[in-house]
């Protein structure tokens, strides 16, 4: 039930900001909205700005929550980050979409769009990190390059959603993902990587692991 109530309120909240603006929705507008007196607010909310952020919160959640499913899975490693690369790539593809409710609530507010894409690129990170430590851990990949090959990934995929794809382009997008994944994969398997001592080991952070 609480659980319940305080998604609602997120719920309300995000749908008065997309309407209303950030600046223009008051504390009043959500408990009326939400059919909630402001006492019932505040026992989940300081103010306006904890309700903002657990709807960012909640959105970035909801951007990663294909991929979180993934590296929850039970797959062997190796196919975990190709599901895991393929399903960022394909999203990377359709990133206007992805993205056009997140212009709508903050009405195209830069800083709040930055703010909102950094933390879904946080979490796709972290979650990146947790599928090839499992890799290193069960010894399928060679942890002298997973740190450099990891931050390697992250940035190419990050260009790639930037590139404007056209019509003509377009047909070669499948060839140049599924090429990007094998680059990826097979470069950080035992099997096909020539070790390098100057490239520190992989390993995850305290914070990571908890």
Known sequence: MVYK?????IEVARQLFVHKGLENTTMNDIANASEKG???IYTY???KKEIYNAVLERESDDMVSAL??????NLEPELKLRKFLKIRLEQ???IGSSFSAIKALFKFDIRRMERIRRMVHDKEYALLRSILAEGVQSGVF???KVELFSRFATRCIQGMDLCEIDSES???TPQIQSAFIDFITEGITNNTIIKNPNIQPFKLSQNEIT
Not at 68 to 73: E, F, G, L, N, P
Request: no cysteine; charged share 40%; net charge positive.
């Open 5 to 9: 109530t305080r998604e609602k309120l």
């Open 38 to 40: 402001r006492r019932t």
């Open 45 to 47: 909310f300081k103010n």
């Open 68 to 73: 979180k499913q993934v590296a929850d899975s």
């Open 92 to 94: 990377g593809t359709t």
């Open 142 to 144: 060679d942890d002298s």
């Open 170 to 172: 377009a047909q070669y």
